[in-house]
């Protein structure tokens, strides 16, 4: 019996060893993702807030880590007219739109994704 925790002993320090010397070689699966690969946001042609004549609150339910939230940023902002700013902590996206949009179009955009709009709000 006491072998067979030996055993188990050693198999656990040897797992711990391994996932720390994956994480220190950036290899470890760490995200709510499932991947290491570190999701930047990518920054808008035009950061004129002036050119967003309209604003929105866009609730947002799937997201669990920075990278759910940098994949809705992108996914809002390839639109194009639309600018979008994720708060990960509220679940929402804050968006300054060139063109007046609807509740369906942030359901359009973010179709292809794994994450589901659960609220919108027009600011202005």
């Known amino acids: ?26 290899k470890a699966k760490s995200s709510c993702c499932g991947t290491a690969e570190t999701v930047l946001p990518k920054a808008v042609d035009d950061m004129d807030e002036s050119h ?18 940098s994949r809705v940023q992108n996914a809002i902002n ?5 600018w979008a700013q994720v708060n990960l902590g ?3 996206a804050e968006v300054l739109a060139k063109s007046e949009k609807t509740e369906r179009d942030f359901v359009r955009l973010l179709g292809g994704t794994d994450y589901k709009v659960t609220g919108f709000e027009k600011v202005r």
């Open 90 to 92: 509220r679940h929402r």
């Open 78 to 82: 390839e639109e194009g007219d639309v």
């Open 52 to 69: 967003y004549p309209f604003r929105y609150n866009v609730s947002i339910d799937g997201m669990m880590c920075s990278n759910c939230a």
């Open 1 to 26: 019996m006491s072998a067979v925790i030996i055993i188990a002993g050693f198999l656990l320090i040897a797992y711990a060893v391994y996932a720390t010397v994956q994480k220190a070689r950036g």
